[in-house]
């Protein structure tokens, strides 16, 4: 008697699910979640890549917006906006879908952060006040901190 023949393995799909628990293991490893975000380009895969790493942070933010705040401070030019849009990525999702924990991290932060993306690249200063009003827009922040955020961004309008 032979036994009967073993089917052969159907590959296995990548599911939303492997990558929310690809994303979640990066969670005990803030180092991965750097060499995320300096991998980061302006492809849109790459920025809601790095937005769903930092969002795997969601009970420890403060770690995530600090590494975001360490490769922003070391990155290239080119990856400024990326990383802006990152962030961008991640409060709208937050807000939407979680909560105020990320909003409560990148608050302190956003507007010394936004400002050093216009020190750096000064061509980019409308690119940032566009992202910042779209986060007024959808009430991601209040209409009052977003006035305050730009009003830190009107030195830089027009080559200032």
Same mark, same amino acid.
């Given at each position: 008697?032979?036994?009967?023949?073993?089917?052969?393995?159907?590959?296995?799909?990548?599911?939303?699910?492997?990558?929310i628990e690809k994303n979640y293991n990066m969670a005990r490893d803030p180092t991965?979640?750097?060499?995320?975000?300096?991998? !980061?380009? +302006?492809?849109?895969?790459?920025?809601?890549?790095? *937005?769903?790493? +930092? +969002?795997?942070?969601?009970?420890?933010?403060?770690?995530?917006?600090?590494?975001?705040?360490?490769?922003?401070?070391?990155?290239?030019?080119?990856?400024?906006?990326? #990383? #802006?849009?990152? *962030?961008?990525?991640?409060?709208?999702?937050?807000?939407?879908?979680?909560?105020?924990?990320? #909003?409560?991290?990148?608050?302190?932060?956003?507007?010394?952060?936004?400002?050093?993306?216009?020190?750096?690249?000064?061509?980019? !200063?409308?690119?940032?006040?566009?992202?910042?009003?779209?986060?007024?827009?959808?009430?991601?922040?209040?209409?009052?901190?977003?006035?305050?955020?730009?009003?830190? #961004?009107?030195?830089?309008?027009?080559?200032?």
């Amino acid at each position: 008697h032979q036994p009967p023949p073993v089917p052969p393995l159907k590959p296995i799909a990548t599911t939303h699910a492997d990558h929310i628990e690809k994303n979640y293991n990066m969670a005990r490893d803030p180092t991965a979640l750097r060499a995320k975000l300096s991998s !980061t380009d +302006m492809t849109a895969p790459a920025i809601q890549s790095s *937005a769903a790493a +930092m +969002m795997s942070f969601y009970e420890a933010p403060a770690i995530a917006v600090s590494e975001w705040r360490n490769v922003l401070q070391s990155c290239q030019s080119s990856q400024l906006l990326p #990383l #802006l849009y990152v *962030a961008n990525e991640v409060l709208q999702t937050s807000k939407r879908n979680r909560g105020n924990k990320f #909003l409560e991290a990148f608050g302190p932060v956003l507007g010394a952060s936004l400002r050093y993306i216009c020190e750096r690249n000064p061509d980019d !200063t409308e690119k940032v006040r566009r992202t910042v009003k779209i986060l007024g827009d959808r009430r991601v922040f209040s209409l009052r901190f977003v006035g305050e955020v730009l009003g830190g #961004l009107e030195g830089f309008r027009n080559g200032a």
